[in-house]
Each structure stands twice: as C-alpha cells, then as structure tokens.
C-alpha cells in the first residue's frame, strides 16, 4: 500500500485523527444556509456573530451595546459589520 | 424565547437527534409535513465573549455531526438565532420545497474536503508590467491550479459523486461529494495521492453537504 506523502494530512474522525479547532470553526462559521438579511459581526477581522435581521431578535445597537460591555478595548464605534456573503 | 437553529433535516429514517445542544440547551424538534428543523431555546447574550463563542460552536459542530452520522443535514451557519420556534417554523415553511429537493438529492451524500495550501518560500515574482502580462500570468496560474485540481478528482476516481473548487487566499479548496458508505475508500484513496511540490494537502471530512446545497 502506498505510503502517504508528509505533505498530505488526513484529518477525520473516520481515521480516529481529529479534525483541529480550526477545521471546526471555519466550517460552523462559514458553511451552511444564511438567512436572508444576516448580518456579520467582525471583531478584531474576525466574523464572530450572525444576526438574523430579517426575524429581528436583537438590534444592531443591542448587540453592540451588550459587546462593548463585555470586551473594553472594543473601538467606540462598535465592531465592523457586513452583508453576510451568500 | 429566542431559538438557535443547528439544522434540517428528513423525518423519515428516524433519528435518535443528541439531547443537548449548545451551551446544555435541550434540542427541540420542529416538525413542516416530511422535514424537520433542529434548534434549541437560546440567550445570543451567551455569546459573547471569544471562549463562549469557541465552545459554543464545538458544541454546534458536535449536533450537526450527531445528526450527520444518521442523515443527511442541511445545516444552519452559526449561530443563525430567530425571535422563537415561529419564526423558525415560519422559515422552514416557506422554504420547504427547496430543502426537500436539495435533501433528497444529498440523501446518503456527505462532503470530504481537500485544502492545498503552497509552501514555497520562493519570494513573489516582480509584478506585471501590463495589462496583457498580467493577464498572461493569471492564466498561467489558473492553468496551474486546474492541473492540481484536476489531479486530485482524477485521484479519487468514481468516489466522487461531484466535485467543486474555489481559490482563497491561501490556496485551493476542493469539495467532493461523497457517498456515505464510501468514505473511508475516500480517505484510503487520498493517502496514495502525491502532494505537488512545495505544497500541502489537508483533507478533513466528512462534513454536511454545504458546498453543494445549490445545483450547479
């Protein structure tokens, strides 16, 4: 049987070799249905949170009043925000 | 009370769904005709901050790949939080008949990922000096990485029921999507696969079908 290259890494729980954290997140953050009208939240260039605006659960201003109370260094005009891609 | 939507799925096989989700909520079922949405009770309040959003998506991956293991899932991008369970049944009503087809066509599929990465510590070729050799360049680079691409479907043989890739900016991305019952052929196909020089190949998997919830 072939040996595999260094260079190639098999990461699967069907080989009992765990995916990394970073696996994890990238596709729970990234990959799935988006709901029309989601807004990304971006702390530090990182998309951390998904609001649905069309169901309205949480204003903008909310969500920022509730994250800037929570991370002090946070910049006075609250994280940077986007149109989620679909 | 807001709901964290974690998935869809087929009522039919039945499932044994995990009993809790993120941060210890109850998973909930709710039920339109033949699907069904996953989701639990939710405070976004339990967000934030870098650690709950870290274990909160673990214990996001941990359902879908609990549900994954049984069924095929059409999964929400966390967190997708609505006002409550009406809002939800309202969403998945009105988009019943898409997620139908698209399940029914993922039916036994789920998705193996390859990421190739280049390693080459070579610096930067100097830049364009025109339009036409720019462009000339992005061709060569285009015909580089449909050849890899192309080297790694070949690799997988039958095993890939479909296939898609996208650039990033860290490399390639390919998707291949993959009959339940074959991914462990998968994973053996792709250790016999050679990497290209000064690159790196990642695969992971198996994960839901997110790459190809749209036909193509």
Not at chain 1, 51 to 70: I, K, Y
Not at chain 2, 8 to 16: D, L, V
Not at chain 2, 129 to 148: F, M
Request: aromatic share 6%.
């Amino acid at each position: 049987m072939p040996q595999p290259s260094e260079d190639l890494v098999i990461a699967s729980a069907d080989l009992d070799r765990e995916m990394t954290l970073l696996d994890i997140l990238d596709h729970v953050l990234n990959a799935g249905v988006v709901i029309r009208g989601s807004l990304v939240i971006s702390l530090a260039g990182v998309d951390l949170v998904f609001l649905g605006l069309d169901v309205v659960l949480t204003s903008v201003e909310t969500a920022f009043r509730h994250m800037r109370s929570q991370i002090p260094n946070l910049s006075p005009s609250g994280p940077s925000s986007k149109r989620s891609p679909e | 009370m807001a709901v964290l939507a974690y998935c869809i799925t087929e009522t039919q096989p039945e499932i044994t769904a995990p009993t809790t989700g993120v941060r210890g909520t109850a998973i909930e079922t709710i039920r339109v005709q033949d699907l069904q949405c996953l989701a639990s009770q939710f405070d976004p309040q339990d967000l934030v901050g870098k650690a709950p959003i870290q274990e909160s998506a673990l214990d996001f991956n941990r359902v879908l790949q609990g549900v994954l293991q049984q069924i095929a899932i059409i999964p929400f991008r966390f967190p997708t939080i609505l006002t409550d369970e009406t809002a939800l049944s309202q969403f998945l009503t009105e988009h019943q008949a898409e997620y139908r087809q698209t399940l029914h066509r993922l039916r036994n599929c789920v998705q193996m990922e390859i990421q190739l990465k280049q390693t080459s510590t070579q610096p930067p070729a100097t830049s364009p000096k025109s339009g036409a050799e720019y462009l000339r360049s992005r061709q060569v680079q285009h015909q580089y990485i449909d050849s890899i691409v192309t080297h790694f479907r070949e690799s997988t043989g039958t095993l890939a029921k479909e296939w898609r890739h996208r650039e990033t900016s860290t490399g390639i991305r390919c998707f291949a999507l993959v009959d339940r019952s074959d991914v462990q052929a998968f994973l053996r196909q792709m250790k016999s696969v050679s990497v290209p020089i000064e690159s790196e190949a990642r695969v992971t998997g198996p994960w839901p079908a997110s790459e190809f919830l749209k036909e193509q």
